[in-house]
């Protein structure tokens, strides 16, 4: 069986429709524009490179300022939920949840709108870690793209933190950079 080849134009043609593709897909995933307001849905997505007010920082930034003690690390993955159905008496034990030494954990805090409950242990959970200094430098994080560390950052800025980072790489980036992780549990709720 003989294989019939495609004339050299029409393969170069084919390979540069390809390449645009590539470039334009990739293009598209390094200029996701910042809203307004908040995220409000679809969390795990392509995140912006910017998020205006705050510093956006890459892997080896994050850890420079994390072994220097440059600031206060603050995770916002939320919690897993209990799944839905188990019985009322079933044992039920969390995933645990492994993130950059030092943090502290303020789960449910980077939704893009909050109950009341949710605002206030966040705006608590920030006081007590920054010992109400809102010029204290702080690093907002969850996973790699993931919205919840880009508006919980948002969020503190909008409550007056001057010193705002934004590690969009998360734990996984941190991670794959072959840097410690540590089991953390969340804040306590103190309403």
Not at 23 to 36: F, H, Q
Not at 74 to 102: C, E, Q, S, T, Y
Request: include cysteine; charged fraction near 25%; proline fraction near 10%.
């Amino acid at each position: 069986m003989t294989r019939r080849r495609w004339p050299t134009g029409v393969r170069g043609f084919v390979a540069a429709i390809g390449l645009a593709l590539l470039a334009a897909t990739a293009a598209a995933a390094e200029t996701v524009p910042e809203p307004d307001g908040y995220r409000m849905s679809d969390f795990r997505a392509a995140v912006p490179a910017t998020l205006r007010g705050a510093r956006v920082i890459d892997t080896p930034q994050a850890f420079a300022i994390w072994r220097d003690k440059a600031a206060v690390f603050v995770d916002v993955l939320p919690r897993p939920p209990r799944p839905a159905g188990l019985p009322p008496d079933a044992v039920w034990r969390d995933k645990p949840r492994f993130d950059i030494p030092g943090s502290v954990w303020l789960p449910e805090t980077g939704y893009g709108e909050l109950a009341p409950a949710a605002l206030h242990y966040f705006e608590s959970g920030l006081a007590r870690a920054t010992a109400e200094d809102k010029s204290r430098p702080l690093v907002f994080y969850c996973l790699a793209d993931c919205w919840m560390s880009w508006n919980a950052a948002k969020r503190a800025l909008a409550l007056g933190y001057s010193n705002v980072s934004w590690f969009s790489r998360g734990t996984d980036g941190w991670s794959a950079a072959g840097h410690p992780l540590e089991p953390r549990q969340p804040e306590l709720r103190l309403d």
